[in-house]
Protein backbone atom coordinates (compact mmCIF):
# COMPACT_ATOMS: atom_id res chain seq x y z
CA UNK A 1 0.00 0.00 0.00
CA UNK A 2 1.18 3.50 -0.70
CA UNK A 3 2.65 5.49 2.64
CA UNK A 4 -0.01 8.20 1.43
CA UNK A 5 -2.76 5.54 1.49
CA UNK A 6 -1.90 4.31 4.86
CA UNK A 7 -1.10 7.47 6.37
CA UNK A 8 -5.10 8.68 5.31
CA UNK A 9 -6.17 5.26 6.84
CA UNK A 10 -4.13 6.16 9.94
CA UNK A 11 -5.65 9.64 10.78
CA UNK A 12 -9.13 8.50 9.76
CA UNK A 13 -8.17 5.63 12.61
CA UNK A 14 -7.06 8.55 15.13
CA UNK A 15 -10.73 9.99 14.66
CA UNK A 16 -12.47 6.72 15.68
CA UNK A 17 -13.45 6.33 12.14
CA UNK A 18 -14.72 2.51 12.04
CA UNK A 19 -14.48 2.02 8.40
CA UNK A 20 -10.97 2.85 8.76
CA UNK A 21 -9.95 1.21 11.45
CA UNK A 22 -11.46 -1.73 9.80
CA UNK A 23 -9.32 -1.37 6.83
CA UNK A 24 -6.77 -1.00 8.64
CA UNK A 25 -7.36 -4.37 10.53
CA UNK A 26 -7.41 -5.77 7.09
CA UNK A 27 -4.43 -4.68 6.16
CA UNK A 28 -2.20 -5.73 9.11
CA UNK A 29 -4.40 -8.86 10.39
CA UNK A 30 -2.56 -11.38 8.64
CA UNK A 31 0.84 -10.45 9.53
CA UNK A 32 0.12 -9.58 13.10
CA UNK A 33 -1.87 -12.87 13.13
CA UNK A 34 1.50 -14.95 12.70
CA UNK A 35 3.07 -13.26 15.68
CA UNK A 36 -0.13 -14.06 17.88
CA UNK A 37 0.36 -17.46 16.57
CA UNK A 38 3.75 -18.15 17.50
CA UNK A 39 3.03 -16.53 21.27
CA UNK A 40 -0.16 -18.59 21.34
CA UNK A 41 -1.36 -22.07 22.65
CA UNK A 42 -4.10 -22.47 20.10
CA UNK A 43 -5.77 -20.27 17.38
CA UNK A 44 -8.34 -19.10 20.06
CA UNK A 45 -5.89 -17.80 22.06
CA UNK A 46 -4.18 -15.92 18.80
CA UNK A 47 -7.60 -14.96 17.65
CA UNK A 48 -8.00 -13.39 21.32
CA UNK A 49 -4.70 -12.07 21.19
CA UNK A 50 -4.98 -10.57 17.43
CA UNK A 51 -8.48 -8.92 18.57
CA UNK A 52 -6.92 -7.31 22.41
CA UNK A 53 -3.79 -6.33 20.16
CA UNK A 54 -5.99 -4.48 17.60
CA UNK A 55 -8.27 -2.79 20.56
CA UNK A 56 -4.66 -1.17 22.57
CA UNK A 57 -3.39 -0.19 18.97
CA UNK A 58 -6.58 1.74 18.46
CA UNK A 59 -6.94 3.22 21.88
CA UNK A 60 -3.09 4.35 21.54
CA UNK A 61 -3.58 5.55 18.36
CA UNK A 62 -2.76 9.24 19.93
CA UNK A 63 0.72 7.93 21.26
CA UNK A 64 2.07 7.36 17.56
CA UNK A 65 4.28 10.53 17.13
CA UNK A 66 4.76 9.38 13.14
CA UNK A 67 8.77 8.76 13.87
CA UNK A 68 9.53 5.33 12.81
CA UNK A 69 7.55 3.00 10.69
CA UNK A 70 3.19 2.59 11.80
CA UNK A 71 3.62 -1.24 10.86
CA UNK A 72 6.75 -1.69 13.48
CA UNK A 73 4.87 0.62 16.08
CA UNK A 74 1.52 -1.82 15.62
CA UNK A 75 3.67 -4.82 15.51
CA UNK A 76 5.25 -4.30 19.03
CA UNK A 77 1.81 -3.22 20.56
CA UNK A 78 0.85 -6.65 19.26
CA UNK A 79 3.74 -8.23 20.76
CA UNK A 80 3.61 -7.11 24.18
CA UNK A 81 -0.30 -7.94 23.76
CA UNK A 82 0.78 -11.24 23.65
CA UNK A 83 3.29 -11.10 26.36
CA UNK A 84 0.10 -9.14 28.78
CA UNK A 85 -1.66 -12.45 27.90
CA UNK A 86 0.96 -14.79 29.15
CA UNK A 87 1.61 -13.04 32.01
CA UNK A 88 -2.13 -12.81 32.93
CA UNK A 89 -2.81 -16.19 32.45
CA UNK A 90 0.32 -16.98 34.72
CA UNK A 91 1.89 -19.37 32.61
CA UNK A 92 4.57 -20.69 34.08
CA UNK A 93 8.00 -21.70 32.83
CA UNK A 94 8.11 -25.00 34.37
CA UNK A 95 8.54 -28.10 31.61
CA UNK A 96 6.58 -31.08 32.74
CA UNK A 97 7.40 -34.59 31.27
CA UNK A 98 4.34 -34.60 29.51
CA UNK A 99 5.45 -31.41 27.65
CA UNK A 100 8.25 -33.14 26.21
CA UNK A 101 6.73 -35.63 24.90
CA UNK A 102 6.80 -35.15 21.25
CA UNK A 103 5.24 -36.93 18.63
CA UNK A 104 7.39 -37.37 15.15
CA UNK A 105 4.97 -38.32 13.00
CA UNK A 106 3.22 -34.53 12.56
CA UNK A 107 6.18 -34.07 10.38
CA UNK A 108 5.98 -36.74 8.56
CA UNK A 109 4.63 -35.20 5.83
CA UNK A 110 7.22 -33.26 5.02
CA UNK A 111 8.77 -34.66 2.06
CA UNK A 112 11.43 -31.98 1.78
CA UNK A 113 15.21 -32.86 1.21
CA UNK A 114 16.56 -29.51 3.39
CA UNK A 115 14.48 -27.93 6.17
CA UNK A 116 12.53 -24.96 5.22
CA UNK A 117 12.21 -21.82 7.01
CA UNK A 118 8.19 -23.07 7.20
CA UNK A 119 8.77 -26.62 8.77
CA UNK A 120 10.86 -24.88 11.02
CA UNK A 121 8.38 -22.61 12.20
CA UNK A 122 5.65 -25.58 12.50
CA UNK A 123 8.53 -27.24 15.18
CA UNK A 124 8.85 -23.95 16.96
CA UNK A 125 4.96 -24.04 17.65
CA UNK A 126 5.20 -27.26 19.46
CA UNK A 127 7.99 -26.07 22.05
CA UNK A 128 6.76 -25.78 25.50
CA UNK A 129 5.30 -22.78 26.26
CA UNK A 130 8.70 -21.13 28.23
CA UNK A 131 10.99 -22.36 25.81
CA UNK A 132 8.71 -21.39 23.03
CA UNK A 133 7.76 -17.73 24.34
CA UNK A 134 11.88 -16.64 25.08
CA UNK A 135 12.78 -18.47 21.63
CA UNK A 136 10.09 -15.65 19.51
CA UNK A 137 11.32 -13.05 22.04
CA UNK A 138 14.87 -13.67 20.99
CA UNK A 139 15.47 -15.08 17.71
CA UNK A 140 12.61 -13.91 15.87
CA UNK A 141 11.49 -10.38 17.72
CA UNK A 142 15.32 -9.41 18.17
CA UNK A 143 14.51 -8.68 22.15
CA UNK A 144 17.91 -8.77 24.43
CA UNK A 145 17.63 -11.13 27.85
CA UNK A 146 17.46 -8.23 29.82
CA UNK A 147 14.52 -6.86 27.73
CA UNK A 148 13.02 -10.83 27.55
CA UNK A 149 13.68 -11.05 31.42
CA UNK A 150 11.50 -7.37 32.21
CA UNK A 151 8.61 -8.22 29.90
CA UNK A 152 8.06 -11.63 31.58
CA UNK A 153 9.21 -10.87 34.97
CA UNK A 154 11.38 -13.73 34.77
CA UNK A 155 15.36 -13.57 35.50
CA UNK A 156 18.02 -13.23 32.65
CA UNK A 157 19.61 -16.39 33.92
CA UNK A 158 15.93 -17.72 33.16
CA UNK A 159 15.53 -16.20 30.03
CA UNK A 160 19.13 -17.64 28.93
CA UNK A 161 17.97 -20.97 30.06
CA UNK A 162 14.76 -21.07 28.14
CA UNK A 163 16.82 -20.13 25.39
CA UNK A 164 19.39 -23.02 25.35
CA UNK A 165 16.73 -25.46 26.17
CA UNK A 166 14.50 -24.63 23.58
CA UNK A 167 17.95 -24.87 21.28
CA UNK A 168 18.90 -28.30 22.35
CA UNK A 169 14.97 -29.16 21.86
CA UNK A 170 15.05 -28.16 18.03
CA UNK A 171 18.73 -29.64 17.52
CA UNK A 172 17.34 -33.05 19.38
CA UNK A 173 14.58 -33.05 17.29
CA UNK A 174 15.91 -31.92 13.87
CA UNK A 175 18.65 -34.19 14.34
CA UNK A 176 16.25 -36.93 15.27
CA UNK A 177 14.14 -36.17 11.84
CA UNK A 178 17.07 -36.79 9.57
CA UNK A 179 17.86 -39.99 11.57
CA UNK A 180 14.27 -41.04 10.95
CA UNK A 181 14.72 -39.87 7.12
CA UNK A 182 11.68 -37.67 7.60
Keep these: MEPAKLNHIWEKCQANDRQAQFSLYQLFAPKLYAICIRYAQDEDEAQDILQNGFVR ?17 IKKIMIHTAIEQFRKNKKQFIVRESDLNYSYEQFSSYELDQFEYKDLLAMIKTLPLGYKTVFNLYAIEGYSHK ?36
Design 57 to 73: IFHKAHQFEGTGSLEGW
Design 147 to 182: EIAEMLQISEGNSKSQLSRARQWLKARIIKMEEQGI
